[in-house]
Every structure is written in structure tokens, then in C-alpha cells.
């Protein structure tokens, strides 16, 4: 993937690595378009960050997600990129049946709303140069945390699922990228000052500087993640699987 000179939609764009990599895109020569629920905050994020343009929208809602696109579409007919960022992450008590409630929630945004977006963006992205998927798994797709037991599942999900849109989309010209995060210190999970937690300034260095080095990458994670990433491939799943919970 080019790493200037897109046009970029970025749902669940409104904080964290959404709000992030936005701002990397746009630093980097990008024309770039966020979505979110809250219309108030899309336009607190616009006036302080002259050049991101917004799109209220709902990943939850097949609806808002048909009026998310004819919108963008018809304000950027040029746009050949979009990143799936939505997402939420809550801890569940199994034992708990009321669970359930967090875990259709979880499925709902995480997995249900990339498929979604991703569905009705596709036929688009097709006749255009340079395009580009990139979807948002976690190194919890490889290693569970066992208090998040739905968000792991949703974002193996994810990581499974970028493998046979990247096969399926193959003669398309639409390259797919995945993104791996680790922890990183956002309000995800009040990870904010969490030191077990990636600094977000240089999760965001690092992701952009790979997608810069490697345009051809399928995916994108950088070297602190390889803990989870690579636990089963070298023999150390058990041994991660246990310190990963012991906390």
C-alpha cells in the first residue's frame, strides 16, 4: 500500500489508534475521513484537526452503514482506501449468564460491523488504483486474555477472516492488509497508563514506518506483538498463555 496520496476512510476514527493512525495518515499526505456515532465529537475532532473530514456512522446499523458509504462516496469519488477501526472491548464473567449481553455487543461491532463495512465497500474499491482493505485483528486473536473472552474470539474472527477476503479479492487490485496491535495505552480497557501497555506514540511510529517499508506487507505488526503472534509457530503458546493471565 502507497502510503501518500490516499483517500482514506477510517470508521471508529473519533479516539484512540482510530484517532491516531487518522492523524498519521492525514501528517503523511492523505486525504482522510473518519466515522463515529457521536456527531458533537466529529465535529470537535474536525475543528481541531483542520483536514479530517467526518461521516457519522454506526457500524451496529446496517443503515448507517449504506448512508456512511453513499456519502463518502458521492463527497470522494477518488477514495481508494478504508480501515475497519471500530471496535469495543469489555471484560465478561462466563459464570455470569447476563454475559451474554456484553458478548452479542462485542460480536455485533467487532466482527459484524467489519464484514458489514467491509461488504459494501468492496464492489467500490474494485475500480480503483492503488486500493487498499485494511482490517484490525489483535495479538489477542493468538493468545486469549481470558477476562475478554468474546474480544479474542471476535478478533481471530477478524484475523481469519482477512485471509480469505486476501484470497478471495486476489485479481481484484484491492490489496488487504491486517493490522495487529498489542496492548497499546489507549482508553481501551483504561490502558491509558498502564505500563504492561504500548506507548501510543510509538505504536503509531512504528505501524506507519512498516506500512512505509513494506507496501507490499499483507500484514502489519510491529515487533511487540511478536509475543502473542508468533507464541504457537515457536513453541511457546502454554508458557505465553499463562503469563498472560497471571496478572
Not at 19 to 37: S, T
Not at 60 to 83: C, E, G, H, K
Not at 150 to 174: E, F, M, P, V
Not at 199 to 224: C, F, K, N
Request: aromatic share 4%; glycine share 6%; net charge negative.
Amino acid at each position: 500500500m502507497k502510503t501518500t496520496g490516499n483517500t482514506i476512510f477510517i470508521t471508529g476514527g473519533t479516539s484512540g489508534l482510530g484517532l491516531g493512525l487518522a492523524l498519521c495518515w492525514r501528517e503523511a499526505g492523505n486525504k482522510v475521513i473518519i466515522g463515529g456515532r457521536r456527531k458533537e465529537l466529529l465535529d470537535q475532532i474536525a475543528v481541531e484537526h483542520p483536514g479530517i473530514d467526518t461521516v457519522v456512522l454506526d457500524v451496529d446499523d446496517p443503515a448507517s452503514i449504506q448512508a456512511a458509504f453513499d456519502d463518502v462516496t458521492t463527497r470522494y469519488p477518488d477514495l481508494n482506501a478504508v480501515m475497519t477501526m471500530s471496535g469495543i472491548m469489555q471484560p465478561e464473567n462466563l459464570l455470569d449468564p447476563e454475559h451474554l449481553k456484553t458478548a452479542e455487543a462485542i460480536i455485533t461491532t467487532n466482527l459484524l460491523g467489519t464484514i458489514r463495512t467491509v461488504t459494501q465497500f468492496v464492489p467500490f474499491l474494485a475500480d480503483k488504483p492503488d486500493a487498499a482493505i485494511l482490517t484490525v485483528s489483535s495479538g489477542l486473536a493468538y493468545v486469549p486474555l481470558a477476562i475478554t473472552p468474546t474480544y479474542n474470539a471476535t478478533k481471530a474472527a477478524i484475523h481469519s477472516y482477512t485471509q480469505s477476503l486476501r484470497i478471495q479479492l486476489t485479481g481484484t487490485g484491492i490489496q488487504v492488509i491486517e493490522v495487529i496491535p498489542p496492548a497499546v495505552q489507549t482508553a481501551l480497557m483504561n490502558q491509558e497508563n498502564d505500563d504492561r501497555a504500548m506507548p501510543l506514540d510509538e505504536y503509531l511510529t512504528e505501524t506507519m514506518s512498516l506500512l512505509a517499508d513494506h507496501p507490499d506487507a499483507g500484514e502489519i505488526a510491529v515487533q511487540r506483538v511478536g509475543v502473542l503472534r508468533d507464541a504457537e509457530r515457536e513453541n511457546r503458546y502454554e508458557q505465553t498463555l499463562a503469563m498472560l493471565n497471571s496478572h
